[in-house]
């Protein structure tokens, strides 16, 4: 296995170059900030960006939780791959992380400031420091999960169409816990007042009976009970209603919705 590192500051944009740094060399799998990734997908692991204090984050970059450890490191050796790519804020940082997860030491070095002009640097600084965002070397869809609740979007990057690497490779951004000058919450009324005025208008619905919200660490359950409008066909109610209201809640509040139970109590029939 060829183990090659990426080394630099905290806010130079290293999470944001993986990626292009790996399709220029051939290199199929990073471990970055607690996560196992390959081929765009989260393999394991837990993102340090996930934690709720900077030394909890540096605890978790440094694989220093024994199963944590022990389930990536698992997952390496069950996928074999032939180039690794670590990513480090120092060369220290990388031999421990390698060491941990019983892995060869870096055969290759790659300075942060080889591949970025100082422009980028300044604006990955000025992200990091003003706006609090932090980048994550895989696609929005394999992050979101692990995210619910915090601001979470994606960031496509044109591919260099004369290299013949054409379309595009997308970078997670989050704002994470440790990031905030204090902390914030959605209530379950906000979340409840969002799925009603996302359900208005839904053809066949006659009015929500009752609305509960579930919240969990991976997401959010809803469980709402409706009235059918005379005429309205129950499957079609109740698949609009589910659309809507996952997509409101999803969009409103960067929450993850596992699911949206329905169930129809009653008909509101017309008067005569």
């Known amino acids: 296995m060829k183990i090659t590192s990426l080394v630099g500051k905290s806010g130079t944009g290293k999470s944001f170059q993986a990626i ?4 220029e060399r051939g290199i199929d ?15 394991a692991g837990k993102s340090a960006k996930r934690q709720d204090t900077k030394v909890g984050a540096i605890k978790t970059a440094l694989f220093t939780d024994a199963a ?6 698992a997952k390496i050796r069950e996928t074999d791959p032939a180039t690794l790519l670590i990513v480090g804020t120092s060369d220290r940082m990388v031999s ?25 640097r300044r604006i990955a600084h000025y992200r990091r420091q003003e706006l609090g965002q932090h980048i994550i070397p895989a696609p929005t869809l394999e ?4 995210f619910s609740g915090y601001f979470l979007h994606p960031i496509k990057v044109l591919r260099d169409m004369r290299q013949g690497k054409e379309g595009a490779t997308e970078r997670s951004v989050v704002r994470p816990t440790f990031s905030y000058f204090g902390r914030f919450s959605i209530s379950d009324k906000a979340i409840r007042d969002i799925v009603e005025a996302s359900a ?7 009015a929500i009976d009752s609305l509960f919200v579930k919240k969990r660490p991976d997401g959010v359950i809803i469980d709402a009970k409706i009235l059918l409008r005379e005429g309205g066909r129950i499957l079609d109610v109740a698949r609009a209603f589910q659309d809507a209201a996952k997509q409101g809640v999803e969009e409103m ?20």
């Open 253 to 272: 509040t960067s929450m993850n919705m596992l699911a949206v139970d329905v169930r129809v109590t009653d008909i509101v029939w017309k008067e005569a």
């Open 20 to 23: 292009g740094l790996c399709s």
């Open 143 to 146: 992050v979101k999960r692990d």
């Open 68 to 73: 944590h450890r022990d389930e990536v490191a």
């Open 200 to 206: 208005r208008g839904i053809a066949g619905l006659g």
């Open 29 to 43: 799998y990073i471990i970055d900030d607690g996560l196992f990734i390959g081929h765009g997908m989260v393999l």
């Open 96 to 120: 421990q992380i390698a060491g941990r997860l019983g892995l060869p030491q870096p055969q290759e070095r790659v300075d942060i400031e080889s591949i970025t002009t100082s422009d980028e």
